[in-house]
């Protein structure tokens, strides 16, 4: 059997309901994956599966190569961080922090050189001597981490571990893990629904619906080649715009037509757009691919109609509409930038994005 984090043909059933149908997952030896999806699409259930928190309706589990679906949580050699996660109240930070260590009789020096390199990491080390009473959410959350990553363990487990840090507390949390990921060389698997935390930190991005995986890949390949128009809306903040329009094929040329819009295919979906189905499609237009002006040849005029302009200092978002139609649009136009007005704005015909209008796979 291959080592790493293995779970095939999982079903996870509360009572009549079935909130798992059938997962199939193969998470490699020292991978970093990262599971997101909206809130109840199964997230947590699916750590706690690994975890052995929670059984499996059916289906098996192997950790390392050794079939864990009957095993109790403590013969798994995993470490977990919780979402809803209880530090123990009369014990101090440093603490908390070492008591699984102290559990296993790790030696005191060992402990103490472990303790204090997680203090490091996570900010904590004025903090060592206090009660969790005494601490803010953030901190009490980065105590809860240190707890996990004091310990060796096969596979680390997070789930959402940074949400009740502030913003910039993430982002250099973000880096840390990563690094920590690099030092240590072990698989985890971490669950969030923030798209940015799983673009930046993962090997691979594994995103759900309803219980169901519907894309598993790299960062770069779920955001330039979503498997369909959820994980296209998914991934890539602002939101893409999905706008109907249809195949039009003059002259073998082929482009998409909408309300108040022609757009040229890129190559790379030429022959795909094709061979489509239907005539009937959906165009998706990420909002970071308008400019002000065309940079290039490839870039196409499209009449916008602004309703809001929103200055965010690296750019300015637009939501417009086209044709009728909602759709955002984000421009940089340098430090003079002013409320940006109704005109003809310009998109990156590369960057186009097509899929199917009826069962909404990508094209
Ligand atoms: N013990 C339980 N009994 C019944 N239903 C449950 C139980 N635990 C979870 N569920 C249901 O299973 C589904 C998946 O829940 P889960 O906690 O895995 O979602 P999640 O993706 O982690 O969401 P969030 O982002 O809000 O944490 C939800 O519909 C939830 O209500
Ligand atoms: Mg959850």
């Known amino acids: 059997m291959a080592g790493g984090v293995v779970l095939k043909d999982i079903v996870k059933s509360f009572g009549d309901v079935t909130v798992i149908p059938d997962l199939n997952l193969d998470v490699a030896e020292g991978e970093f994956v990262v599971l997101v999806g909206p809130s109840g699409c199964g997230k947590s259930t699916t750590l706690r599966m690994i975890a052995g928190l929670e059984k499996v309706s059916s289906g098996s589990i192997s950790i390392a190569g050794r079939d864990v ?134 090997d691979r991005i594994v995103i759900m619906k309803d219980g169901l995986i519907q894309q598993v890949g790299t960062p770069k390949e779920v955001y330039n080649e979503p498997a369909n128009v959820f994980v296209a809306t998914f991934i890539g903040s602002p ?78 978002f637009l939501a417009a509409e086209l044709g009728g139609a909602d759709i955002t649009a984000a421009v940089d136009v340098g430090p003079e930038s002013d409320l940006l007005s109704d005109g003809t704005y310009y998109f990156d015909t590369r960057r186009v994005y097509l899929f199917d209008r009826e069962n909404g796979l990508a094209i």
């Open 239 to 316: 939101s893409m715009t999905l706008l109907d329009a249809e195949l039009v094929d003059e002259a073998g040329q082929i482009s998409v037509r909408g309300s108040g819009f022609e757009l040229p295919i890129p190559d790379r979906l030429a022959a795909r757009a094709k061979g489509a189905k239907s005539r009937n499609i959906r165009v998706g237009l990420r909002p970071e691919h308008f400019a002000g002006t065309a940079l290039d040849d490839d870039f196409a005029p499209l009449d916008l109609t602004v309703k809001v302009s929103e200055y965010i200092g690296s750019s300015q």
């Open 69 to 202: 679906t009957w095993e109790r949580p403590k013969q798994r050699d995993i470490a977990m961080v919780f979402q809803s996660y209880a530090l123990y109240p009369h014990m101090n930070v440093g603490e908390n922090m070492s008591f699984a260590l102290r559990l296993a009789r790790t030696s005191k020096e060992e402990v103490k050189e472990r303790v204090l390199r997680a203090a490091e990491m996570l900010e904590l080390t004025p903090y060592l001597d206090r009660k969790p009473k005494d601490l803010s959410g953030g901190q009490r959350q980065r105590v809860a981490m240190g707890r996990a990553v004091v310990r060796d363990a096969y596979c680390f487990l997070f789930d959402e571990p940074l949400s009740n840090l502030d913003a910039k507390l993430r982002a250099s949390m973000r880096t840390e893990l990563a690094l920590l990921h690099k030092r240590l060389g072990r698989t985890m698997i971490y669950v969030t629904h923030d798209q940015i935390e799983a673009m930046t930190m993962a």
